[in-house]
């Protein structure tokens, strides 16, 4: 028997199963992890990095490397060939436009002390 009809079946409603569409879709983009292909290059430097990982490490060096600065979403007007040539680079642009100017923040405030 089709839903909604005879007797004793209870109706078939389609908003119900939009609801519950929407519902998976949402568990799905917020709790399951998107899986991203990596690039070829990558899985060496990965392999390498792991291998440097084992050796001994003086823990006073290491302790730079785990502050993370707090990040600030921003408006921001490029160049165009400026932002060109930072999306030629391939993925990781914005990252590679902070550290950019990171480097000439960190050149002047050694410039302004010494």
Wanted: glycine share 8%; net charge positive.
């Amino acid at each position: 028997m089709l839903a909604g009809r005879g007797v004793g079946c209870k109706t078939f409603h389609v908003e119900h199963f939009v609801l519950a569409i929407l519902y998976v879709r949402l568990y799905t983009y917020i709790y399951m992890k998107r899986r991203t292909r990596v690039p070829k290059g990558q899985i060496a430097r990965l392999k390498a990095s792991a291998s440097e990982a084992k050796r001994a490490h003086d823990v006073s060096a290491e302790v730079g490397t785990w502050y993370r600065p707090i990040k600030k979403p921003v408006t921001l007007r490029i160049d165009a060939d400026v932002l060109a040539w930072f999306k030629k680079q391939g993925n990781g642009y914005q990252t590679r436009i902070n550290q950019a100017l990171r480097r000439i923040m960190l050149d002047e405030q050694k410039e302004s002390k010494g």
